[in-house]
């Protein structure tokens, strides 16, 4: 064995640059093409930070009613993607819903584009798919939800934004301004997050000149892990577990024997607690009081202290944002597909970034395997024949 320095996971190995945002664990900060994370989501339609991820700047008025024009003409999800929507099992996950249905998206638009050599793309066919998943998304989530629960679907609303169109689509009434805030809020938080594994996913398949949405769809296999996105999910089944603040200390002292993650918490960046987790926790406070759920609150503060005083692992997005959206009345399964509606715009916004690379990624690999030998050694045994 050589003493060739192997980084699993990556950990800690920068591998190329990117102007799409910056995560700083020594300041526990996290800026958005130079913007601080917490500034916009206080100040910005999710529509206008989607813009400030993929041209690099915040868009005027006139740029803004643009992409909102564009992105109503792509809210509806059209009978054939309906119908493939309608094909996936109803006790399939959500996450394999929206794959199937974005991958029929991208096939019907990448149709007739020829050989593999055109599949990658120009910018600006780039940046319109980037705004047909970003539009087309909300719908997917929304008619999956709705399905599962025996619903008919409901049509968007032109006359609402993308947050609160998102809302309607889902509960078929329109959400109270608190909740259309915390809700937009948490898209913003959710957006992008530099080379996390789903967005490096992208990113590879990109290097290859492969399309936009091959890319999409592979970063949508890696968020669905629970190491990852599928976090929020989880921490919601850990809740329903602990059932009350009171039970946080023996369910923890099992959990912790059994050496189970906590999920919800820790990150392989962040040590010293994930810098979006203020933004989103104040979004969650406004959320407990308006529906009036002060246990939620109870029960997550507990268990935070708990834990953090024990293993000195911090809470990271997921963990507000999983009692975030059950409140709102999103059902679990529901969680990590609002995930990938937020992260489409950081994924595409890096694909459009490693596209203009044009540098295809290939790491190298340390062989441990067997020594060299060859097939006149090999005897097979009669049982294998
Ligand atoms: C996201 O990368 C990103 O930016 C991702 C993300 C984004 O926006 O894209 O921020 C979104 O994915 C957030 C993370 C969501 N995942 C979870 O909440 C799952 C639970 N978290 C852990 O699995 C873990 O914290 C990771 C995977 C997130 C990070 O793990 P690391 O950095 O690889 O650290 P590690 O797994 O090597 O843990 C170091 C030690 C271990 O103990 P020992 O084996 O050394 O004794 O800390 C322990 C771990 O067991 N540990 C935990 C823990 N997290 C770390 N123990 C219990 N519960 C946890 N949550």
Do not use: C
């Given at each position: 064995?050589t003493?060739t ?14 102007a ?38 915040l ?7 643009q992409l909102r ?7 509806a ?9 309608d ?9 394999d ?15 007739g584009?020829?050989?593999v ?10 940046l ?17 939800q ?19 169109n ?25 957006a992008e997050h530099?080379?996390n594994?789903?967005?490096f ?5 990109t290097s290859?000149?492969?399309?936009l ?16 996105g ?13 059932g ?9 002292d099992?959990a912790?024997a ?27 406070d406004t959320?407990v ?29 997921d963990?507000?944002s ?10 679990t ?18 694909i459009m970034?490693?596209?203009?690379a ?17 097939i ?9 024949l």
């Open positions: 064995m003493d320095e192997i980084k699993k996971g990556l950990a800690g190995v920068v591998v190329d640059y990117t799409v945002s910056k995560v700083n664990p020594e300041t526990n900060s996290l800026l958005y093409r130079g913007y601080p994370v917490q500034e916009l989501a206080a100040t910005q339609s999710f529509e206008a930070v989607a813009y400030l991820l993929w041209h690099g700047e868009p005027t008025d006139v740029q803004l009613a024009a564009t992105e109503r003409q792509y809210r999800l059209s009978p054939d993607v309906r119908a493939v929507i094909h996936v099992p109803l006790d399939a996950h959500p996450m819903e929206v794959r199937t249905a974005v991958s029929l998206i991208g096939a019907k638009d990448l149709a584009s020829g050989s050599m055109d599949a990658g793309g120009t910018a600006d066919e780039n319109a798919r980037s705004i047909r998943l970003f539009a087309a998304l909300p719908a997917i989530v929304a008619y999956g709705r399905r599962r629960r025996g619903l008919e679907p409901v049509e968007s609303r032109d006359d609402l934004d993308y947050a609160a998102f809302l309607w689509l889902t509960f078929g009434k329109e959400a109270d301004e608190v909740v259309v805030d915390a809700f937009n809020r948490s898209m913003i938080l959710y530099s080379f594994a789903s967005t996913t992208a990113r590879v398949v290859t000149l492969s399309d949405y091959s890319a999409v769809v592979a970063a949508i296999g890696a968020l669905k892990g629970p190491l990852h599928g976090a929020n999910e989880a921490v919601l089944h850990i809740f329903d577990e602990i009350t603040a009171s039970n946080v200390v023996p369910w923890l099992t912790l059994e050496k189970r993650k906590i999920m919800g918490f820790g990150h392989r960046v962040y040590k010293r607690g994930d810098s979006r987790v203020p933004t989103m926790k104040a979004a969650l959320l009081e308006h529906y009036d759920r002060p246990e939620v609150a109870e029960l997550y503060d507990t268990l935070e202290s708990e834990f953090v005083s024990r293993k000195g692992i911090y809470p990271n997005l963990y507000p999983g009692p975030a959206y059950n409140l709102i009345g999103f059902d399964l529901t969680f990590t597909p609002l995930f990938v509606a937020a992260r489409v715009t950081g994924w595409t916004a890096h970034e490693q596209a203009s044009n540098a295809l990624i290939r790491p190298l690999s340390e062989y441990n395997g067997p020594d060299e030998r060859h006149d050694g090999y005897v097979p045994d009669e049982a294998v």
